[in-house]
């Protein structure tokens, strides 16, 4: 009897260790392929984006009236044909120059005027009309006012130098400053030396009128 209740108890738990066999199996068989299916949601799902790199922006280069533009907005390439226009209404015209706007060039100016491989360039580091007129108006003057016509602005102007001095009493900083005065789309009276409305007024007819020299 007893031989028989061991082989019974032995039967039994190797039967018992047969089906917990089994049921792990069965376990393992059913997770696995669970886990290695929701491997690639899971991925999918916390993927980082793409970053958006903006595109650089593209300067234009147009050609108004012999004046050669660059710019990287259509606002400054429309600002610059307004100013070119005014002077030609006026009955001057602006030629052989330059209109850039590079903010890198200015060293905390606004904007100015020089000169570049024989032809005059207009640097801006703004968007204002006022200044493209003023930097425009040192084109002009180049351009227009020989030497008798510098000495009769001085003598009107109460000046002694055309170049030297302090910046508001040169000759050829008030000439532009007249100069945009005149074209600008409202008035604005600049800071300088007999800057009366009326002086202001009388002074750009006359170089716009009999100071310039016409080719």
């Not at 004046?67 to 001057?92: L, N, P, Q």
């Not at 015209?93 to 904007?111: F, K, L, M, P, Q």
């Not at 001085?154 to 008030?174: C, F, I, K, M």
Request: charged residues 20%; negative net charge.
């Amino acid at each position: 009897d007893r031989s028989l209740t061991a082989l019974s108890d032995s039967a039994c738990m190797s039967y018992a260790r047969t089906i917990a066999a089994a049921a792990t199996a069965a376990f393992v068989l059913v997770l696995v392929p669970v886990a290695a299916s929701s491997a690639p949601a899971t991925e999918q799902a916390t993927a980082a984006p793409a970053p958006i790199v903006p595109l650089p922006a593209v300067e234009a280069i147009e050609k108004i009236d012999g004046v050669r533009v660059i710019a990287d907005t259509a606002y400054r390439i429309e600002m610059a044909g307004v100013a070119i226009e005014k002077f030609a209404a006026a009955g001057w015209e602006i030629e052989n120059t330059e209109i850039r706007w590079s903010e890198d060039e200015c060293d905390g100016a606004v904007g100015f005027h020089a000169e570049e491989r024989g032809h005059h360039v207009v640097v801006m580091c703004t968007d204002a009309a006022w200044t493209l007129l003023h930097e425009l108006g040192h084109v002009w003057s180049d351009l227009y006012l020989d030497g008798e016509g510098r000495d009769e602005w001085l003598e009107r102007r109460g000046l002694d130098s055309w170049h030297e001095g302090p910046y508001d009493e040169r000759g050829t900083e008030q000439a532009a400053q007249v100069i945009a005065f005149g074209l600008h789309d409202t008035v604005h009276v600049p800071s300088m030396s007999n800057n009366s409305y009326s002086t202001l007024v009388d002074d750009f007819e006359w170089l716009f009128g009999t100071g310039g020299t016409r080719s």
